[in-house]
């Protein structure tokens, strides 16, 4: 069965550095997301992306993060300058259009120190 | 701007016993309801999903309700198992299906032998 994949599981990076995180969406999906989940806290929203571009961002969506399709299979979010509360776990789904039902990655889960 | 609750926040049953957790949102125009599991430290899994238009869907020993008009999903749980331990989200979409997803914060699910 098709899953969303996302690399590394586990990323450690000290504050200011910049990451990238990478997720590979199932192939004839078409919306992208990034959400993220503190520790104990709930999920939240961060960017959805269609057609090469962004659709909709939240508010911690800042001029520090960004995300990119660079080629056909790859979709990745890059943090440029980490801060200790960026510390979290990052999730990518996917949603093919016309079923709606989000698929989500297992996860990337970056501690900033 | 909507925020989903989850009732209880956590729950301890012993094996058989048949539950129900519940979900709450504050704004009753969304398009679809998603309840995910989650287990600890890891990935969110799509259990079911319900269209606004449904009012209920089924999945093996998981029965999903919606009653879009007050703002209710249940999700029940039939003859529960030591293997159903783990976090269960609910999250709804607005507008179409390719908005973004407003998590609650879950319910902790054991299921004691």
């Known amino acids: 069965e098709p899953e969303v994949t996302q690399t590394p599981s586990h990323q450690v990076t000290q504050m200011g550095q910049e990451v990238i995180l990478r997720c590979v969406p199932i192939s004839n999906h078409l919306y992208f997301y990034w959400y993220r989940q503190i520790l104990g806290q709930k999920v939240e929203f961060l960017v959805s992306f269609y057609n090469n571009e962004i659709s909709e961002k939240s508010e911690i969506f800042d001029d520090q993060f960004s995300v990119e399709r660079p080629d056909g299979s790859n979709f990745t979010l890059k943090i440029r300058s980490t801060k200790l509360e960026d510390s979290a776990m990052y999730f990518c789904?996917?949603?093919?259009?016309?079923?709606?039902?989000?698929?989500f990655g297992p996860g990337t889960r970056l501690t900033v120190t | 701007k909507q925020e989903v609750t989850q009732i209880p926040a956590a729950l301890s049953v012993p094996e058989g016993e048949n539950l129900v957790l519940n979900c709450s949102f504050t704004?009753?125009?969304?398009?679809?309801l998603q309840w995910f599991r989650q287990d600890p430290g890891k990935g969110l899994t799509s259990l079911l999903l319900?269209?606004?238009?449904?009012r209920e869907q089924t999945s093996g020993r998981l029965n999903a309700s919606l009653d879009k008009s007050s703002g209710r999903s249940t999700l029940y749980i039939a003859a529960s198992q030591p293997g159903d331990s783990a976090t269960y989200l609910c999250a709804v979409s607005h507008y179409s299906g390719n908005t973004p997803l407003v998590f609650g914060k879950g319910t902790r699910l054991s299921v004691i032998a």
């Open positions: 704004d009753s125009a969304i398009y679809n």
């Open positions: 789904a996917s949603t093919h259009r016309g079923l709606y039902e989000q698929y």
């Open positions: 319900i269209q606004s238009s449904q």
